[in-house]
């Protein structure tokens, strides 16, 4: 399959929006601690898209024309919980389509579901997440789609961090997958707008390449 191109001018407005409403934010000099332990210069909370109509439509109708360019015979869209299942529900609505969603493990009670909603063998599938991290969790849900007998045909997602280690797993896994927007196009509209200094940018590009060592 050839490479998935998102619009760079979306990806701009949308690396703009996440900055405007906070849901990414850049710390080059007061690095935030992940949940791992990891120093981190940014911090990403998608869930935030939510609460703004306007710009949780528009990724909406990036997710759309991704999703009518790259994969025209899709069936079902899946949500990845928690963060992509309200984007998946609204995707979903445009394209008139299914909507089903992946929780994080089965439920311990009842029919013990892991994916909730009717899935029926063989239908093609696109996974919406909010975020692609390394692609562990990412690849989790593909893949699940897969052992329920469905067919994973892509994985998109609202922003990436571009660690290498997402891009391997996905090429292993045999799946593609895409963001409408993603770090470097993050860094460049954060200095174009002044909210980095062009001395920060080494060390914000540094932590890419290397997270583990980022801050020690």
Partial sequence: MQPIRTNHELAERIASDLL??????????????????????????????????????????????????????????????????????????????PMVYVRDKAKGHGKENLIEGSIKPGQKTVVIEDLISTGGSSLKVALAMNDAGAQALGVLGIFSYQFDKAKEAFEGAGIPFETLTNYTTLLD???KAGSIREQDLQALKAWRSNPAEYGK
């Fill in 20 to 97: 405007a409403i906070g849901a990414v934010a850049l710390r080059p000099n007061q690095p935030f601690t992940w949940t791992s332990g990891l120093k981190s210069p940014i911090y990403c909370d998608n869930r935030l898209t939510i609460s703004y109509p306007e710009i949780r439509e528009r990724i909406a109708e990036g997710f759309v024309s991704l999703i009518r360019d790259n994969f025209p015979d899709v069936e079902v869209i899946a949500g990845a919980a928690t963060g992509g299942i309200p984007h998946a529900a609204w995707v979903a609505q445009k394209l008139n389509l």
């Fill in 189 to 191: 509209v954060a200095l």
